[in-house]
Nanobody, 123 residues
Framework: VQLVESGGGLVQAGDSLELSCAAS????????MGWFRQAPGKEREFVGG????????AYADSVKGRFTISRDNAGNTVNLQMSNLKPEDTALYYC?????????????????WGQGTQVTVSS
């Protein structure tokens, strides 16, 4: 599956932003989807994920209660709704896919990655 992220941009602290990840290829509904981010000088980290059935989600503690993941299998998309953004949320955000995965998997378990979309939050 090929993945393309969109929706990034420059926002102010406290603003909301929604990222989208469009998947091409077959059997999108069989893939668990994850969102990761990487800030300059830091390692890539897990943000949140949704399992392949869409019934389970998982979030990093740093975004829990502020970020929400959803998927639209008919449209082959997964979205990351981000609210109350903070400067520390500034990063390049990636989506990733893993067939029949759970809501959380280690980065190494994901089969496909997008190129990323930049989110910058000013204070």
């Amino acid at each position: 599956v090929q993945l393309v992220e969109s929706g990034g941009g420059l926002v102010q602290a406290g603003d909301s932003l929604e990222l989208s990840c469009a998947a091409s290829g077959r059997a999108f509904s069989r893939y668990a989807m994850g969102w990761f981010r990487q800030a300059p000088g830091k390692e890539r980290e897990f943000v949140g994920g949704i399992n392949w059935t869409g019934e389970a989600t998982a979030y990093a503690d740093s975004v829990k209660g502020r970020f929400t993941i959803s998927r639209d299998n008919a449209g082959n998309t997964v979205n990351l709704q981000m609210s109350n953004l903070k400067p520390e949320d500034t990063a390049l955000y990636y989506c990733a896919a893993r067939m029949f995965g759970g809501s959380y998997s280690p980065m190494s378990d994901y089969d496909s990655w997008g190129q990323g979309t930049q989110v910058t939050v000013s204070s």
